[in-house]
């Protein structure tokens, strides 16, 4: 059990670093230098499961790239264990941190994943059952060469029903056509009540500054409860606890606030560049506030996620020499490569707490503790967030806010 235990929380080390590294260089791709018109939120959690799932119809080369970059391997013997993790934390994933808990008080949760393969074509039995019984995905026989456009509504209206309507189209028109042979899919849904909510009478409105010096008004939640909180020379830590269910699963949303109101793009490097950062810096325990004003948000972030993904180093899936040799036993293996990775999420930030929503689809073609004193955490510019489960650390949604009224 122990060791079961350390291995699981070995691999979500690796996520975490994904999940940095991604944040980062997500980050680097906006504008230069980044402006306040780029509210972002993504799903690394999703992305991180549906290249694992990629992983497992992978061979060769190919996997060992998507393991190197998922979650750290050796080649041999090594890769073959670093697969089996990789499998082994998704099924946790999907057994132990993503369940509903809406049934007993906690968090509404919806976590699927789907598997889309042209009808012309048998799934490798090996591949099947690590899809099925490791990822619990649906299986979907279709026709992407004549019913290409019927087969892309079947994705969305998959993906809109998972995620609860946050995400109606996960797919551009026109990304599937008739030499897609296979898409496979993961979609989040998550809606939590904070443990203390905001009194909704007490928002008002409020001055956010902007990176460029400039400002704007904003609808502020405010209380004076105890909270969680960490205060540092550069930095201060908001925890924000979701209600727990009867399977006491802690989620909770974390507000990082640079002391320097340009301070945002430092902090994203100092996540980056040192991955500990994070743990570091959780509150461990309530303290006594004078203030806590936060703004409201919402926010719909979406990208295609191919170069991004080639920029860290994952090239070969996008390939002439991709091998995904472990999806089909039929010689359109030889020809099958990534086209594109499409993801799209959606967060809104209450008084009554947090809904969001995420998707990733992979498309194949062939061919140190805070200070006890009274402090304030005012929110009044630009900010990271993050939601995670607490007990295993693994992060579900990551963003920055840099205009609360930016539409989304």
Known sequence: MAAAAAAMRLSIA?????????AAA?????????????????????IHVALSLLAA????????????????LGDGERAQAAAESLHALAEQVAHLVMPDGSTAGGPRIEFANAVFVDKSLKLKPAFQEIAVSKYKAETHSVDFQKKAAEVSGQVN??????????????????????DTRLVLGNAIYFKG?????FDASKT??????????????????SSKDDQYMASYDNLKVLKLPYQQGGDKRPFSMYILLPKAQDGLWSLAEKLRSEPEFLDKHIPVRRIQVGQIKVPKFKISYGFEASKLLKGLGLELPFSSEADLSEFFDSPMQQMLSVSSIFHKSFVDVNEGGTEAGAASVILMR???????LTTDFIADHPFLFLIREDTTGMVLFVGHVVNPLLAP
């Open 204 to 221: 008002r409105d409020g001055v956010f500054h902007l990176l460029d010096g400039s400002s704007v008004q904003a609808l502020f939640m």
């Open 193 to 197: 009540s904070w443990t203390k909510k």
């Open 366 to 372: 062939g061919s140190a503790l805070g200070h006890t």
């Open 157 to 178: 209206l998959w993906v809109e029903k998972v995620t609860s309507g946050l995400i109606k189209e996960i797919m551009p028109s026109g990304s599937v056509d008739q």
């Open 57 to 72: 119809g992978s061979g060769g080369a190919t996997r060992d790239q998507l393991l190197t970059s998922l979650g750290g």
């Open 14 to 22: 690796h996520q975490t670093r994904f999940v940095l590294c991604l």
């Open 26 to 46: 997500l980050t680097s791709s906006l504008s230069s230098p980044p402006s306040d018109n780029s509210n972002t939120v993504f799903s690394p959690l999703s």
